[in-house]
Structures are given as structure tokens and as C-alpha cells.
């Protein structure tokens, strides 16, 4: 099958097919990845440092040469022109001319995207205003703060109205207001139909707002699919209550249950055993308040994640 008749069979946003880089040395960052990103989701790339996470997001961009990539970008194959200018890039420790003002560069910048005088000037204030910088807008960006930068970054690369935004850790430097910032902004594009490709170390933001999520280790994909999905396995069951159990907590130990004041956990996915704890509770006249079930966190799938060894088909 060739490259073209691969390209064409996809209507993903974004569908990378056997991506590899090596660099001098033979130091290989990419070993075969395989992403797809649906149209209007958001979709976060998380590994460890030196995953190949920015190698990935940089081949999608055009700005490194990949040893070998198939797939597609909107539809069209890597490198479209056409399509590149309906993305939206912010990259990971970017430096912007400190001569110009907020405003400046926002115009300089969409003026390189080939985007109209008149949609510039239009979307720059509006840009400015979403992310709280409307009061720097004539301040020259050698007096911004670090915060300041990332805002100023992120209303970037929202000037071209893109289909598709690619924010490499666009929540660093910020502060927590700022973190929620970009998070409500990020469910505002999503709502809107813009796809979203985050590229973050921050677990906790992508548990907040991904649909969908991929884990690379080591240049191949450990694991990919919707945070349901990877969440999915029960760790425990805790059995919440009020009033004294006795001489039944000895039966609810018997069964392989943890006592601990009024909360008795139950390790693993055997419902039976829980249900047979309720009965006993039930028994000894206590008042059950809750049964809730601890799933896995992200932060173990990706721990867990980087113990396994990648799967290069991207599958779970």
C-alpha cells in the first residue's frame, strides 16, 4: 500500500502512521508511533522527559524531518501547506522579539501566517481580552513576566482561527488562576469544533479536560484511549458507615476487609465480598452511607505505563 492510499483512508484530525526519528548517533526518539486524534476533541500527549513527545509535535509542524512518517493533518498529508495555516502552534520554550509590544506581535506573526489585515486586526483585541492581557497589549514584551509570555503565546496561536491547536506545555509559568484559565479556554475551543493536540507534563491538567490520551515511553506508544478506558481496572471498594459494627468487624476481617473506623476497604474487583460485608454491616444494625469504588489514576496508568513495555501498535 503506498503512503498516498494510506493518507486517504483516514478522517482524522490528526493520524500519525509509523513515525520514527533518529537523530546523530543513533539515538533514536521515535521508534514507530502511532496517534490518532479525533476531529473537535481534545487530546493529550504525556510521557516522561525524552519520550519523544516534542520531537513528535515538532515533526507534525515541519520543523524536524522525521526518518520516516506516513499519515495526515487535517486530512491532507504531513507537510500540506494549505492545512499547516489552519493550525495553530504554540511551541515548548518559545522566545518572541522583546522589542515589540503584545500587539505588535500578535499582527507580526498572523501577518507571517498569511492571515488577512482585517481578521488580524479584528482578532488580535479579542485574543488579548480572552487571555487577560488587554491592559499589556502596548507594553513591550522585554517587561512581561514569564506568565505573561504564555498568555501572550497561546492568543498566538488562536489568530489564524484554527481547525487544529498544538499547545507544547502551554500552562508553564503559569500560576493556578492562569492553569484555569487555559483549561476553561480550552473547553471553549473544543465546544466550538476546534481539535486540541496538549502536549503536557502536567497529569492533573489533562485529567481535567482530555477526551483522549497517549502515553509514550521511550519513543513508542505505551498506551492510548479515552481516560475511561485507561482508568477502567478497580483498585478497592470502600464501604462507608456509621455506628459500631462489634464483634462483626472479626467476620468483615475474615472476609478480607481493612477496618478502619467507620470505612471498611476491600482490595481488588470481588463485588461478592462486598456484598457480603453490607450484609454483615446490615446485620449489626449500622447505618451504610456509601460503597465507592477507587479506580486507577492517571498518575498510576502512566507510572504503571513506564514500568510496561511499549506497545508500537498504540493499542491499550
Known amino acids: 500500500m503506498t503512503a498516498l492510499a494510506i493518507t486517504e483512508m483516514t478522517n482524522w484530525a490528526v493520524d500519525l502512521i509509523d513515525v520514527r526519528k533518529t537523530y546523530r548517533g543513533r539515538v533514536q526518539a521515535l521508534k514507530g508511533v502511532n ?24 515533526i507534525m509542524m515541519t520543523v524536524v524531518k522525521p526518518t520516516r512518517a506516513f499519515g495526515t493533518i487535517l486530512g491532507r498529508p504531513l507537510g500540506h501547506r494549505g492545512k499547516l495555516a489552519r493550525v495553530g502552534y504554540l511551541p515548548e520554550s518559545h522566545r518572541f522579539p522583546g522589542y515589540l509590544t503584545g500587539a505588535q506581535l500578535l499582527d507580526y506573526y498572523a501577518a507571517l501566517a498569511k492571515v488577512p489585515l482585517a481578521k488580524r486586526k479584528a482578532n488580535a483585541p479579542r485574543l488579548l481580552d480572552r487571555v487577560s492581557m488587554t491592559a499589556w497589549a502596548n507594553t513591550r514584551i522585554d517587561r512581561y513576566s514569564k506568565g505573561m509570555i504564555q498568555r501572550l503565546g497561546i492568543a498566538q496561536a488562536l489568530m489564524n ?28 475551543l473544543k465546544s466550538k469544533g476546534t481539535t486540541v493536540l496538549l502536549n503536557s507534563h502536567l497529569l492533573s491538567e489533562l485529567e481535567m479536560v482530555c477526551d483522549r490520551v ?19 481496572r478497580t483498585l478497592e471498594y470502600r464501604v462507608h458507615f456509621k455506628g459500631q459494627v462489634g464483634a462483626e468487624g472479626e467476620k468483615l476481617r475474615a472476609l478480607g476487609g481493612h477496618l478502619d473506623g467507620d470505612v471498611v476497604t476491600f482490595p481488588g474487583r470481588d ?22 469504588p477507587r479506580k486507577l489514576s492517571l498518575e498510576e496508568i502512566f507510572v504503571e505505563a513506564m514500568t510496561a513495555k511499549p506497545n508500537p501498535r498504540g493499542a491499550r
Not at 473537535?40 to 519520550?51: H, K, R, S
Not at 488562576?177 to 473547553?187: E, N
Not at 497517549?214 to 477502567?232: K, M, P
Not at 463485588?271 to 465507592?292: F, M, P, Y
Open 271 to 292: 463485588v461478592g465480598k462486598v456484598n457480603a460485608a453490607i450484609d454483615v454491616l446490615r446485620g449489626a444494625g449500622v447505618l451504610i452511607e456509601s460503597v465507592q
Open 35 to 58: 496517534i490518532q486524534v479525533g476531529r473537535g476533541e481534545i487530546f493529550g500527549l504525556l510521557g516522561p522527559n525524552g519520550a519523544g513527545k516534542t520531537t513528535l509535535v515538532k
Open 214 to 232: 497517549s502515553i509514550l515511553v521511550d519513543g513508542l506508544v505505551a498506551r492510548q484511549g479515552t481516560l475511561s478506558e485507561l482508568t477502567e
Open 161 to 188: 482561527d484554527p481547525e487544529l491547536v498544538v499547545l507544547d506545555e502551554p500552562t508553564d509559568g503559569l500560576d493556578p488562576v492562569g492553569r484555569r484559565d487555559v483549561r476553561q479556554l480550552l473547553l471553549e
